[in-house]
């Protein structure tokens, strides 16, 4: 089985919510980055992506935690309006029509919201 790494407990994200981090993610050469991702939720469903615009790889928040259109539908792009599905990652509108935000895999586990097929680095 691959390892669990806590992001968060399920509560730190409400319903209908999307919240970014930065995790430091290892790579097999030994080195380690940065790593934006961002996490919404859907009732009792959560969905996690890495924080970047498939149009130009950037990041889609141009003001921290900033992810959701005015009403809080959709993941939007802060530099190029993309929309995208809460839960899919589909671009439905915008430059990148068609494409779709790198999803994660996560996994609840005892009320921790986890992360995993990903080797992060040790804090």
Known sequence: MDDLFVICRTGHIEDGQATGFVLMRAYDSGDTKPWP????????????????????????????????DE??????????HAQFDLDTGHCFIGPC????????????????????GVMLADE
Do not use: W
Not at 71 to 80: A, E, S
Not at 103 to 116: E, Q, R
């Open 71 to 80: 009403d809080g539908n959709f993941i939007t792009c802060g530099r190029h």
């Open 37 to 68: 991702i961002l996490i919404t939720r859907k009732g009792n469903n959560f969905y996690g992506f890495e924080n970047s615009c498939p149009h130009e790889q950037m990041r889609l928040d141009t003001s921290p935690g900033q992810f959701l």
């Open 97 to 116: 029509q068609g494409a779709k935000l790198t999803p994660l895999s996560l996994v609840v586990d005892d009320g921790d919201l986890c992360i995993t």
